[in-house]
């Protein structure tokens, strides 16, 4: 299993029993134990219902639970479109399948268990027009990727890691972990070229570290071309090991950019003059995308998303949290 740093510890919320249990429920009520993509013991050996819990360590049991519903869909969505559309280079239904998840945030009545879990999540939640157009960046990027393997191609690295943001809707992560958190920050502030990059290199580091993680289940096996380890390997002309190695050290990269932005947060603070709460918002923000990021790396690992055997022997969550037991819980 590779192996990943990580300079942020990892959390577990206490309502990750309840959680798990709601989630499981929500997914069978939604249509999505139907055996494809996901059968029951798939989604258990997943553990889909233990994300959120740790990514949002510190939310209500109330907010944590549609949290972990909008994330579960969101990998319900991926794994449909990975086995239903892109291992079989369906560039039709794929478009089909789009159009009718578009169709569903204009108001239209839900068909299919991903445009039933979406409705039920919007009937739910108060979305904006720049949540309804992140959320289409994110099913147009599904297309994009689509389109490439359908083709053939590899896309460029810096292309690929720009629309890796938007496959796993980074934007709309980095909001929810915002608002679990009550962190009302001015806009101006948000649109700050240093919060951007901040937000810019949350999303590359689990968009790239799935890259890796998931190489063998989904591109070694023809399901995509659209792989930045691929991509490397290509652009540099260098062997498979090489290239990711390459992706690694990005991901570090990544890592320490976000370790020198959160450095800067006080003098981009003061240049805002932003007062006590919102002083006191921007570290809750910040706190929350660290949580983000050691639990998404710790519930990676422990998933059995992408190593599924029928029998599957998930490994408990229930483990001690703080500084320095990540790296130990990871092994």
Known sequence: MAEFDMPFAARLSPH?????????????????????????????????????PLTHPTASLEDLKHINDWHTWGFYVSDAFLDGFLRTRNVLGGKAFVAGLKSVLSGSAPMNPAEKGLADLVSRSTLDDEDHAHLGEYL??????????????????????????????????????????????PAELLRNSTMRALVDSFGDVPALRQEIMGFDHVYATGGSTTSAVLAVQQFFDCELPQATSVVADLIAARLRQIVSIIAELPSIAAEYALDEDAKAGLHRYVEALKSWLAGELLWTQRSGRFSFSPTPTRKSFHSPSGLGTAAVLVR
């Open 16 to 52: 990750v029993d309840r959680v798990r249990q709601h989630t499981r429920t929500w997914v069978r009520d939604m249509g999505m134990l139907n055996g494809a993509p996901w059968t029951e013991a798939f989604y258990d050996a997943a553990d889909y219902g233990g994300f959120g």
């Open 140 to 185: 147009d990027a599904l297309l994009w990727e689509l389109h490439n393997t359908a083709q053939g191609r590899v896309p460029d690295p810096i292309d690929l890691v720009e629309m890796r943001r938007r496959s796993i809707a980074t934007e709309l992560s980095a909001k929810l972990a915002r608002k679990s958190v009550g962190a009302d920050l």
